[in-house]
């Protein structure tokens, strides 16, 4: 299937959704490492819109509701039944003064003076939810994921993702499930009967495959749809040169030379290391779509070139070999 634009979709399980196969992750929207204007930020987002994009993803913990914010003014202007949009819970926002919003604040710059507060109760859910509409001018969204729920997962299990399942029932969502990068945590969710879409953040890229060995195929057996965000882990994926990000830290010296290989590789084939970092993920048949975080019209052109390019099968042979071992092997 394809949007009116051409741009492909595929369905998100049995829930009625489809999205495209390229989504807008809106982590720079909310100044992610470095700020972004708001003319840059509406820029990138009409680009992406031009380009076929129809996913859209968000989070309050995104520059504390900045991203947000981005996000609902540009949609504002754009067909309700043509989008696709996701948010999660988990974090609520608290206004706070006392916050220096020029300060980095958990990795964004520049985002809203507002305290993030754990909480992944079932009043805290639905409180989160209804935030969310109120930043992004919606009366709905499409997708709840239960965002970075590392050490509170037992509380997701026992009380998040429930509640986000009867809020689907109700029909205040139409999918529901977990974003984060712990594969064994992220297996639990897809085991426990209640997701309906997991996003695999940096775990199912060029480099870094830990979610191969158990979690696509236990999602692809279940019926549940896999979005694939941190597909360049970091950036390392997009330029493996010192500095580099990994994880959202600079990047160990074997990482970068995994990352160089597989960069030789893709030379030697006339592609780029970025367009087949962007491909790979699509190729599990788990794998709905792949968010791509851009900060510019530029990125959101280059990205949307990128995964509508030809690479060469044999390609992906060769770069396999210098893949990161599983994370359970290290």
Excluded at 221 to 240: C, K, W
Aim: aromatic fraction near 6%.
């Amino acid at each position: 299937m394809s949007t009116a634009t051409g741009r492909p979709v595929r369905p998100v399980g049995g829930t009625g959704l489809a999205v495209t196969t390229l989504g807008f992750g809106a982590g720079p929207l909310g100044g992610l490492f470095d700020p972004v204007s708001d003319e840059d930020a509406h820029a990138a987002l009409e680009a992406a819109w031009q380009a076929g994009v129809r996913y859209f993803d968000v989070a309050p913990h995104y520059g504390a509701g900045l991203a947000e914010q981005r996000l609902g003014a540009f949609l504002a202007t754009k067909p309700r039944e043509e989008y696709v949009v996701s948010t999660k819970v988990g974090r609520l926002l608290v206004d706070d003064t006392t916050i220096d919003t020029a300060q980095p604040q958990q990795d964004f710059r520049d985002g809203l003076a507002k305290r993030r507060e754990w909480d992944f109760s079932a009043a805290g859910v639905r409180r989160s939810l209804e935030e969310s509409l109120q930043r992004l001018g919606l009366d709905r969204v499409d997708v709840l994921y239960a965002h970075d729920p590392h050490g509170r997962e037992e509380e997701v299990l026992a009380t998040g993702l429930p509640e986000l399942a009867r809020m689907r029932q109700e029909g205040l969502v139409s999918a529901v499930g977990a974003g984060v990068d712990d594969v064994r945590m992220q297996l639990r969710f897809a085991r426990s009967g209640l997701a309906d879409v997991l996003l695999v953040a940096g775990r199912w890229t060029l480099l870094e495959r830990s979610a191969g060995e158990e979690l696509l195929p236990e999602c692809l057996q279940r019926g549940i749809a896999v979005v694939v965000g941190g597909a360049l882990n970091s950036g390392v994926l997009a330029d493996p040169s010192p500095g580099a990000r990994f994880d959202y830290a600079p990047a160990p010296e074997h990482v970068l030379a995994a990352a160089r290989a597989q960069q030789e590789v893709c030379a030697r084939h006339g592609c780029t290391l970025l367009r087949a970092a962007l491909q790979f993920p699509l190729r599990h048949p788990a794998v709905v779509s792949v968010l791509v975080g851009v900060r510019s019209a530029a990125e959101a052109r280059a990205a949307a070139a990128d995964l509508a390019a030809q690479v060469p099968e044999q390609l992906w042979a060769e770069v396999e070999p210098f893949a990161l071992p599983p994370r359970t092997a290290r």
